[in-house]
């Protein structure tokens, strides 16, 4: 304690910050409901104490927004009434009711379950979806990440992460983890692997983004072009023979045709075309084979750009043709404590009703959702429910999105602000904040100690406000789903103890098993009652059950040992704590305890990529037309930008509007400087801007951060890119949009 704090100062609690997927352990005071001061945890296993700047005015999301303090109905007018409770989940029980009746349940589509740190809603969202016989959903991973999970089912199975403080070489591809994280203490290591002269950062990036800064090498390819330059590094480890031959042998199958694919790259050709020198190229490629170990990451900047999947595919050939997996400093598949949308990965053999676009991993692409609606066709969605997300903002084509909602029979939004998307919706259901409920997030991809934080409420519910999992007991309930005959003796069970709990549920899923569908909702009612004011965690009991059944011997490495439901057991036990629990323990070679297939291969030919990829040859590498000449990356990642879950603008230290970067030839054409604005002109829509010049940005290239224009009483700053953004413009395989590469022009204002 300093000498400045009173010496009443409130105690210091630990949860963690919810604003990007690394969730880092921070410790809050809480005072009068306000967080008063934030910290890094250092006792968190695997923040260690780090944050970055965002979190120390998370105040700004629990008291920055007005707040929704009574479930609102949607008049006739557009205008909105406030109702109670029991009125609200009447109604929309009985409107879900009417529309499974006329239409069926597949007609009712789900969007959402939580941002960054709030994923416990999502299982109790889930039980719903099932009372109503529910078929398709979605959630913002179909506009960024589908792509990759469709290569990863492919290839292995799983989801894959890189030991980034450990390799020799990282290469980074469309990434910028200064800004965006997305590894546990991202700028420590980004600082020690470049002080580091033995190591090696490579960036792929159009933009010297600050990673792309601090790189040993920057492959500054131009916007679009990601897969040409990956496809040349790839051709140049075939063509010098510099693949791990062993490691090939030993551990995949379909190796022929990729590689016979990458001898046939012209590298001289595919190096124009992004715009990189071919001895730059030839270099990265001969340096990531030399290392003892190299690891590479992916994320938005080729996931949301043309060839999205593509470009996946050929980034995992550089690790896996120089066999860098299951050893120190390389790739890895890991443990889950719970599976996010089916990240098992794969999938695209079923298809959206409609449309008949591809669903990967059970997601229905974002791209796809208005058009699934926006139709007179029969099996259109009649109804959405929208969970803890603001997708009338974030997914392209706003305007779309917002024709969809109020197209719709029914819709439903539950949220603790009145955000874009609920001044769309018939009803909105306040939900209480992540600060005021037992939360989580299921975004657990660490090895090989794999990190769960069950986090427990620093205060009490604002009033009026519901959290999700009572919301959906609510309505479950009032659609009477599951009776009496099935609960009492579970709730007998739990009383007596987890042990006999465990033998009772297991015992009546078993006798029903169509149980598993509203398996949150039926914990929440049994077991739920005897956890007093955790009952919202009741949840978690099963995932921890099914964590300790599917991956056994890592959590018996982390400590939770013993027979039958006992590990489970233990495991919920230990979480309940609220502090972030190690819930497996592995070593390196126990990465390839993880891949999904009988032989424990990698399946290399994904004969649809492999032809795409022959394709490049002869494919445009711009989509640029006269009239919209330059590229806009719609929703860069800043540092003071984050989703809409902050909406008070007072929260940015800098950047307060949001500027339009540009670069200084671009600025000087258009007679501008920092501080003056443009006109951003877009198939879609336009929007004026306020501009900063900066060499950061290639000539033609224009960005725009993600988070900005949300509607709030103090002013909605800077442009919502989605009002600039289109549906078509999306990949081909799985309808990710293409956010970093908007076809645009600019206007003098
Ligand atoms: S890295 Fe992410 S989770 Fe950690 S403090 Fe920053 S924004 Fe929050």
């Not at 934030?38 to 920055?64: A, F, V, W």
Request: overall charge negative; charged content about 25%; glycine content about 8%.
């Amino acid at each position: 304690m300093t000498q400045t704090e009173p010496t009443t100062a409130p105690t210091w609690q630990k949860t963690a910050c919810i604003l990007c997927e690394c969730n880092c352990g921070i410790e809050v005071q809480v005072e009068d409901r306000r967080l008063l001061r934030i910290r890094g945890d250092k006792s968190h296993p695997s923040s260690e104490g780090y944050t970055c700047e965002k979190p120390l005015r998370l105040d700004r999301y629990q008291n920055g927004t007005e707040r929704l303090t009574s479930p609102l109905r949607r008049r006739a007018d557009g205008s909105y009434e406030g109702i109670d409770w029991d009125t609200a989940i009447a109604e929309i029980a009985d409107r879900l009711r009417q529309v499974r009746d006329e239409h069926g349940g597949d007609k009712i589509f789900f969007y959402g379950g939580g941002g960054q740190g709030n994923h416990l809603g999502a299982g109790y969202g889930q039980s719903l979806q099932a009372a109503v016989g529910a078929k398709y959903r979605s959630n913002a991973l179909a506009q960024e990440k589908t792509g990759e999970m469709f290569v990863d089912g492919r290839l292995y199975g799983g989801h894959t992460k890189g030991d980034f403080e450990h390799a020799e070489v990282v290469v980074f591809v469309g990434k910028n983890p200064w800004q965006s994280h997305s590894f546990p203490r991202a700028r420590p290591v980004l600082k020690e692997m470049a002080a580091d002269p033995g190591r090696c950062m490579v960036v792929i990036d159009p933009r010297r983004s600050e990673t792309a800064a601090m790189a040993d090498i920057h492959l500054q390819v131009k916007p679009g072009t990601d897969a040409w330059c990956l496809a040349a590094l790839g051709a140049v480890l075939v063509q010098e023979d510099l693949v791990d031959h062993a490691f090939i042998a030993e551990h995949t199958t379909g190796a022929e045709p990729v590689l016979a694919a990458y001898a046939d790259v012209d590298v001289v050709d595919y190096a124009a075309r992004c715009g990189v020198p071919e001895d730059l190229i030839r270099t990265t490629a001969r340096r990531i084979a030399a290392a003892k170990s190299a690891c590479t990451y992916e994320d938005l900047g080729i996931q949301q750009a043309p060839h999205s999947t593509l470009s996946s595919y050929l980034n995992k050939m550089l690790w896996i043709l120089t066999g860098n997996f299951a050893k120190k400093g390389g790739m890895f598949l890991h443990s889950m404590f719970a599976a996010i949308a089916g990240s098992g990965g794969g999938g695209g053999a079923r298809r959206t009703p409609v449309t008949g676009a591809r669903i990967i991993s059970g997601l229905v692409p974002c791209n796809s959702i208005a058009e699934e609606i926006n139709t007179t066709h029969p099996d259109r969605f009649r109804a959405m429910c929208i969970d803890s997300v603001n997708p009338a903002h974030s997914l392209a084509d706003s305007a779309s999105f917002r024709t969809a909602m109020r197209s719709l029979d029914l819709t439903v939004v539950v949220d603790i602000a009145m955000t874009e998307t609920a001044r769309e919706a018939d009803y909105v259901l306040p939900a209480s904040s992540q600060f005021e409920k037992w939360e989580c997030t299921f975004f657990n991809v660490d090895f090989p100690a794999n990190v769960f934080h069950l986090r427990a409420p620093l205060m009490e519910p604002l009033e009026g406000t519901l959290p999700e999992p009572e919301i959906y007991a609510r309505l479950v309930r009032e659609l009477g789903v599951v009776d009496d005959a099935t609960l009492t003796p579970l709730r007998t069970a739990a009383e007596q103890g987890l042990a006999e709990f465990a033998e009772a549920f297991f015992g009546a899923v078993t006798a029903e098993p169509q149980l598993m569908g509203v398996a949150a909702h039926v914990l929440y009612e049994t077991l739920g009652p005897t956890l007093g004011t955790a009952r919202g965690t009741a949840a978690i009991w099963g995932l921890a059950q099914l964590c300790a059944m599917n991956q056994p011997a890592a959590v018996a490495r982390a400590g939770f040992t013993g027979a039958g439901f006992e590990p489970g057991n233990r495991l919920f036990e230990k979480v309940l704590e609220g502090e972030g629990v190690v819930f497996t323990r592995d070593d390196y070679e126990h990465a390839w305890d993880y891949v999904r297939r009988p032989d424990r291969r990698f399946t290399l030919e994904v004969p649809e990529l492999i032809e795409r990829m022959r394709a490049l040859a002869d494919e445009p590498s711009a989509w640029t037309t006269e009239d919209f000449p330059f590229v806009l990356s719609a929703g860069e990642r800043r540092a003071f930008t984050a989703n809409t879950i902050i909406r008070d603008p007072s929260w940015r230290r800098r950047d307060a509007q949001g500027a339009l970067r540009i670069n200084p030839d671009d600025a000087a054409s258009y007679g501008v400087a920092t501080g003056d604005s443009l006109r951003v002109v877009t198939e879609r829509g336009s929007a004026e801007a306020t501009v900063e010049v900066t060499d950061t940005l290639q000539p033609g290239h224009v960005s725009l951060p993600n988070g900005m224009g949300v509607e709030h009483a103090d002013g909605t700053p800077g442009v919502a890119p989605n009002e600039l953004t289109s549906l078509h413009h999306r990949d081909w395989l799985a309808g990710t949009p293409w956010h970093k590469y908007v076809p645009a022009r600019l206007e003098r204002v």
